[in-house]
T-cell receptor, first 112, second 114 residues
Framework: GEDVEQSLFLSVREGDSSVINCTYT??????LYWYKQEPGAGLQLLTY?????DMKQDQRLTVLLNKKDKHLSLRIADTQTGDSAIYFC????????????FGTGTRLKVLA | NAGVTQTPKFQVLKTGQSMTLQCAQD?????MYWYRQDPGMGLRLIYY???????DKGEVPNGYNVSRLNKREFSLRLESAAPSQTSVYFC?????????????FGSGTQLSVL
């Protein structure tokens, strides 16, 4: 069945790089997404990658996709205290459905 | 530009009470969704509406009903609330750009059922 797995917690020091990992099972996903949820707020789309790409860079964010291992990662360079949040990876819905598949979320804590 | 607006932000119910969570989007999106978020379980889809006039069950529909009132509004109703429905509820909508369908979320409703 479909499943998206993430580690629950990550703690880094301000200025270091953060790497948040995700594994997924549906190899037919067209897009893979990273959403950020700040305390008391809804999820906001951070970035996404098309499934035929290996890497996407957007300012401090780098997304790496390993389709063979079904592994997705989000690297945040020069992590700031404002990056403290929960990060969710998600797969685009299987063809013919509207059912996105979300991971459990990784809570990133940035220490000053 | 308000995006997706949910009301109320907080609600406390007693077991057996009913209530309706309201959601409206101003982005002219066709699709709308209701999710619940529970610790360690990520987001689970309750119901969705692919387009105005249609609704479908998601992963956890039991105990809920929905109404797609018009293109803008999608409400979620709990007919007889149970403690297991204590959760944070999110409404979302999506636009379609080729194959990339990005979700836009409201700020959530924190519901406690005693």
């Amino acid at each position: 069945g479909e499943d998206v797995e993430q580690s629950l917690f990550l703690s880094v020091r301000e200025g270091d790089s953060s790497v948040i990992n995700c594994t997924y099972t549906d190899s037919s996903s067209t897009y893979l997404y990273w959403y950020k949820q700040e305390p008391g707020a809804g999820l906001q789309l951070l970035t996404y990658i098309f499934s035929n790409m290996d890497m996407k860079q957007d300012q401090r964010l780098t997304v790496l996709l390993n389709k063979k291992d079904k592994h997705l990662s989000l690297r945040i360079a020069d992590t700031q205290t404002g990056d403290s949040a929960i990060y969710f990876c998600a797969e685009s819905p299987p063809s013919g459905t509207y059912k996105y598949i979300f991971g459990t979320g990784t809570r990133l804590k940035v220490l000053a | 530009n308000a995006g997706v607006t949910q009301t109320p932000k907080f609600q406390v119910l007693k077991t057996g009470q009913s209530m309706t969570l309201q959601c409206a989007q101003d982005m002219n999106h066709n699709s709308m969704y209701w999710y619940r978020q529970d610790p360690g379980m990520g987001l689970r889809l309750i119901y969705y509406s692919a387009s105005e006039g249609t609704t479908d069950k998601g992963e956890v529909p039991n105990g809920y009903n929905v109404s797609r009132l018009n293109k803008r509004e999608f409400s979620l109703r709990l007919e007889s609330a149970a403690p297991s429905q204590t959760s944070v509820y999110f409404c979302a909508s999506s636009e379609f750009r080729g194959l990339s369908e990005k979700l836009f979320f409201g700020s959530g409703t924190q519901l406690s059922v005693l």
